[in-house]
């Protein structure tokens, strides 16, 4: 079955930086974009970055621009997430997905129901 685990995550400092990473398992990894989202508390889960096969795509939330970086390694069915510059906003459970379609749509990557299967979380605190 389709598995996605996350980790990575940490308690940092505001300016400080982190990596996240999903393995993937039970799909062809090769062939679907994968995505970042984050949910913090009393707040709804949002779009962080996806990420099209081979990587020819990537796109990413304004609030994350600049800041953070995804990437994959179809070798070792793992995609990750390089944040720098971290902010207190930051500070979230980020969750992997993965969807059926291998290039996402700038107009609607960001929506949930675009993920079939989520991992169980990884919590970012950035806090000093």
């Known amino acids: 079955q389709v598995q996605l685990v996350e980790s990575g995550g940490d308690l940092v400092q505001p300016g400080g930086s982190l990596r996240l990473s999903c393995a993937a398992s039970g799909f062809t990894f090769d062939y679907n974009a994968i995505a970042w989202f984050r949910q913090a508390p009393g707040k709804e889960r949002e779009g962080v970055s996806c990420?099209?096969?081979?990587?020819?795509?990537?796109y990413y939330a304004d609030s994350v621009k600049g800041r953070f970086t995804m990437s994959r390694d179809d070798a070792k069915t793992t995609v990750y997430l390089e944040m720098n510059s971290l902010k207190p906003d930051d500070t979230a459970v980020y969750y992997c997905?993965?969807?059926?379609?291998?290039?996402?749509?700038?107009?609607?990557?960001?929506?949930?129901?675009?993920?079939?299967?989520w991992g169980q979380g990884t919590q970012v605190i950035v806090s000093s």
């Open positions: 990420i099209s096969d081979s990587e020819r795509t990537t």
């Open positions: 997905g993965t969807a059926q379609f291998s290039d996402p749509d700038e107009s609607s990557w960001y929506l949930m129901e675009e993920y079939d299967y």
